[in-house]
């Protein structure tokens, strides 16, 4: 007998929007035929490996590479972790609850509910991408949880995800803007070639917030008539996903030993120790650039999540809780340190990485007009293989922003064309979902039918917004020291 799942039930009707169709009908083919994660990881892999044997890297040189990049990126992967784990810790305290429970209260609607969603995922990864992600996610879960409300669980997840597939990396957390405006971490492969470029000379440049303005309000649009409604509606309760809320630990403890874990003694010990590093940490430097670091970032919600819980047995609760929405980051990343070694380090013989053949490619085909296109289009590409905003930008940079300087392209500009572009295949690319998907109780199947009908309009949008903003900017010479 033939296995049916919740999609099978969905058919698009007569009375079906056009973006809904299409989320629909690929949210099924997805279903069947979009692979796990990990499977997706390891076939890039593959993929990547096989590129770089086709320009002539030795296979001994490309094993080595994967095998040297296998282990690179454990620090990001500890920080990826711990976004996850302290935005879980955070939000599932009783005052951040309480914000999330009054703004599921809000939406009248499934598709009022999934757009409301997107809305926030949006404006919270202007600010920072790590608190769109695990903050969505929890209101999904709050909003599937009202018994009054059709809405679909699969397209309210993607909505949760639109901030970093639509504009995180024009905001204040963008990795590349970052690291051009903060001298001390320029490398100077960089520096010789731009100089330093202010937030008002890249996310803060006019054209660049008209951009995240157009962005948002399509990617809204695309959220709400997307949304499947009536009988083509699939809820959290028909995927299974389990919605109960935590259990409450007791309210005092069971045992005389265990009266330190029922204690805020503790919490205050620690939390002010924490806070009197933080304290030093954003008045010794600039506040965006400490807010920036992933580790200040992680600490910092780490101390707020042991404040709010106030006593370490609930805090403990919550950690545990929160461990399972991070089993694909273990396990995933290093994959991706891998791909990333492949492309940069297994040489051809003449010496050229498949990331510099690329990338010369692109740049032979591009003129001052068609550069912010041509190399928006290869920063997504490589983008789908190297998921990593600051770390591909040091890769990318040197040539980019040589070309952009022969090519007489405003640099800021370019910075900008790099962190549109680097959004694109987050849409489909189940790296950057992983903490989201944890969250939610997903796959990336599940979702990828509607950030696949975002992907499709972002596209062209963003490249066509790209060219026509880069003719209203004048070229500047990099400034020096």
Not at 74 to 94: C, K, L, R
Not at 158 to 167: K, Q, S, V
Not at 365 to 387: C, D, N, R, T
């Amino acid at each position: 007998m033939k296995n049916t799942t919740a999609l099978d039930r969905v058919e698009p009707t007569s009375d079906s929007g056009f973006l809904e169709r299409i989320a629909v009908g690929v949210a099924r083919w997805s279903e069947r035929w979009f692979p796990d994660a990990y499977v997706f990881a390891a076939i890039a892999v593959a993929a990547v490996a096989l590129g770089a044997l086709a320009i002539g890297a030795p296979a001994t040189q490309v094993a080595r590479s994967f095998g040297d990049g296998f282990w690179s990126l454990i620090p990001f992967t500890m920080q990826m972790a711990m976004i996850a784990i302290t935005g879980y810790v955070v939000a599932v305290s009783a005052p951040a609850s309480k914000l999330i429970a009054t703004l599921a209260r809000i939406p009248r609607s499934g598709r009022a509910a999934i757009t409301f969603v997107a809305l926030i995922s949006i404006v919270l990864s202007l600010f920072n991408w790590a608190i769109s992600l695990v903050f969505s996610g929890l209101l999904v879960r709050a909003l599937a949880r009202r018994n009054d409300l059709e809405m679909d669980y699969r397209a309210a997840g993607a909505a949760a995800y639109l901030g970093m597939g639509a504009t995180w990396a024009l905001g204040l957390s963008s990795a590349a803007a970052q690291l051009q405006a903060n001298p001390a971490s320029l490398p100077k492969s960089i520096s010789d070639i731009t100089g330093v470029l202010p937030f008002s000379q890249t996310i803060f440049l006019p054209q660049s917030m008209i951009m995240a303005l157009v962005l948002g309000l399509v990617s809204l649009a695309i959220a709400w008539f997307s949304a499947p409604r009536h009988a083509r509606v699939v809820t959290a309760r028909a995927l299974d996903v389990d919605l109960s809320e935590p259990v409450a630990p007791p309210a005092r403890a069971q045992r005389p030993g265990d009266w330190l874990e029922y204690s805020p003694l503790l919490t205050l010990v620690l939390v002010a120790l924490g806070v009197g590093w933080l304290a030093h940490e954003f008045t010794t430097k600039d506040p965006l650039l400490a807010i920036s670091n992933l580790n200040t970032y992680n600490f910092l919600f780490l101390m707020l999540g042991m404040l709010l819980h106030w006593r370490p047995y609930r805090f403990l609760q919550a950690v545990k809780m929160s461990v399972p929405s991070v089993a694909g980051v273990l396990i995933q990343f290093p994959l991706y340190g891998g791909i990333a070694f492949i492309l940069t380090k297994a040489a051809a013989p003449g010496g050229e990485a498949l990331s510099h053949v690329l990338a010369a490619f692109f740049v032979s085909v591009s003129s001052h007009a068609s550069f912010p296109a041509v190399m928006g289009a290869y920063s997504a590409i490589l983008g789908f293989f190297v998921p990593s905003g600051g770390g591909k930008w040091i890769i990318e940079a040197p040539y980019v922003m040589q070309a952009a300087n022969d090519l007489h392209v405003h640099l800021g500009w370019a910075v900008q064309v790099y962190n549109a572009a680097e959004a694109l295949p987050n849409l489909i690319n189940p790296f950057w979902m992983l903490p989201l998907l944890g969250v939610l109780g997903l796959r990336a199947r599940d979702v990828v039918g509607f950030t696949f009908t975002q992907l499709i309009v972002h596209v062209p949008l963003v490249l066509i917004l790209l060219t026509v903003l880069a003719g209203t900017l004048e070229f500047v010479p990099p400034a020096m020291p």
